[in-house]
């Protein structure tokens, strides 16, 4: 079994940055895919990056490109989620998730199902 606990949340204005970690105890997924969803009040939790194996591959959302940058430290059993120009509409519970499986096709990244680990969430709020 793999507990996953996030942290780094909190209220920034729009433009700031945030850093949120999410560290993986008991069994590591060290090679095997994590990464982050959120959900905003009133929406489907949605997709939001991945980062597979060594973390030299990743895939972020179209909404999120360029701006959040999703990293790992394997000896650590960590992941990172660097978020600069926040914008209110990236205002959610974010979630850290694991998967056991070590590859899907590219639009079963995107899918909560793919992934057997959830974390507690940790919420983000930015203001205009």
């Known amino acids: 079994q793999v507990n996953l606990v996030e942290s780094g949340g909190g209220l920034v204005q729009a433009g700031g940055s945030l850093t949120l970690s999410c560290a993986a105890s008991?069994?590591?997924?060290?090679?095997?895919?994590m990464g982050w969803f959120r959900q905003a009040p009133g929406k489907e939790r949605e997709f939001v990056a991945v980062?597979?194996?060594?973390?030299?591959?990743?895939y972020y959302a179209d909404s999120v490109k360029g701006r959040f940058t999703a990293s790992r430290d394997n000896a650590k059993n960590t992941v990172y989620l660097q978020m600069n120009s926040l914008k209110p509409e990236d205002t959610a519970v974010y979630y850290c998730?694991?998967?056991?499986?070590?590859?899907?096709?590219?639009?079963?990244?995107?899918?909560?199902?793919?992934?057997?680990?959830w974390g507690q969430g940790t919420q983000v709020t930015v203001s205009s």
């Open positions: 008991g069994r590591t997924l060290s090679r095997k895919p």
């Open positions: 998730v694991g998967s056991e499986t070590f590859y899907g096709s590219a639009n079963d990244y995107y899918t909560q199902s793919f992934y057997d680990y």
């Open positions: 980062l597979l194996r060594n973390g030299q591959t990743t």
